[in-house]
């Protein structure tokens, strides 16, 4: 039996001339739904070129979604599986410059697909769902306090992505090992089974750039001398002598050309800063032309930090860098007033969206987060500690250095 839509009872529709006739659900396409679209080129001046997408079943009518494990559109009802073909063509960069001139043009969030906007009261996360029912929870904090978002406003839009490909069975074991190698935690939490996991896409910015870095500083070498000193051995002077290190200065100079590629800022409001920081970054290599197939039955957040905000943030983190890398150049054993002037020339960005899988978990009342990275598997999250445990191995420590001690008093 095929899939009945709840508005299973087709209605007559007008024709172009005016008369009616039986409306069928043809290639799987529901009554009264226009074909939604997608964009397979990218332009600065006209926006993305477009093209039909069914998210229907071709089979029975059903809606489909983003399977990872088949990287493909699964029906929810005949389990009918499309696949989508990566859109050939390379991955856009623009100069930084045409920055204010797209979002001047940007329209309002539109993923080229029929979505549903949510704003969290708790976290700030703007989301935007794709071709799925409301979300009772925030994806990122877990909060319940979330609320359709009528408010639109321009952004620029995504042109390329990472499609997620952890399925939901293997982020529930990567959860299960992860509880089971952590060390000073509740005996309970290893037992957790239930917990709330959401795929969702979260924005980033990726900058490339070439530095150009001059450097100043001083130089120290150690040398060594020796060092007589009068000490008083068992009540009576004795002179003893010691090797004694000191520096030299010399003033130092350089120069040095680097390029970064693919420095990634995360733009999101709902992730835990430091939680994002030790997930990683995310292979780029991997980056394909943005289609909204990718996001069918998913949850995307819209940019919170612009563009404008995050090459400010990527900005800074390159001269970071460039000011450790100068500092690996200084010659000798040590250094001191190292001062660090970068040009950066030729930056270029592009606004990306990256996978992951949102998890929480409540223990003894208490929600906390973690995230997988959607594209590795990787883990990064947070636990309660059991104190118990961490008072036992302290005790334990204290008494094994005071037999240690008390052996070599003895000996």
Known sequence: MGYQPSDSTPQEEPTRSGASQPARWGRGLRRGRKPQRFPDDHD?????????????CDECGAPVFWKPAHQGLACEHCGAVRRVERLPGQILER????????????RDTDLGLATKNL????????????????????????????LPDQAKRSAIQPESLIPLMLPKDQVAEIFADWLHGLWFRPNALKRLSVFDALGVYVPAWTFDAEAASQWTAEAGYYYYVTVTQTV?????????TRQERRVRWEPAAGSREDRFDDLQVMASAGIDPQLARKLGDFDTRELVPYRPEYLVGWEAEEYAIDLDGGWERGEARMFEEQELRCSQDVPGDTQRNLVVHTQLSDVRWKHVLLPLWSLSYTFRGEPYPVLINGQN???????????????????????????????????
Request: glycine share 10%.
């Open 44 to 56: 600065a001046s006209t926006g993305w070129v477009t093209a039909e997408v069914n998210v229907h």
């Open 95 to 106: 100069p930084l410059a045409e920055g204010q001139q797209l979002q001047a043009l940007a």
């Open 119 to 146: 704003r969290c009261d708790s976290c700030g996360a703007r989301v935007v769902l794709v071709e799925r029912e409301i979300a009772k929870h925030c994806a990122f904090c877990g909060s319940a306090h979330v």
């Open 232 to 240: 008083m051995v068992n009540g009576k002077p004795q002179t003893i």
């Open 377 to 411: 598997g990787r883990i990064v999250g947070r636990a309660p500690y059991s104190w118990v445990k961490i008072l036992f191995a302290v005790i334990v420590v204290l008494l094994l250095i005071g037999a240690i001690a008390l052996f070599t008093q003895g000996s």
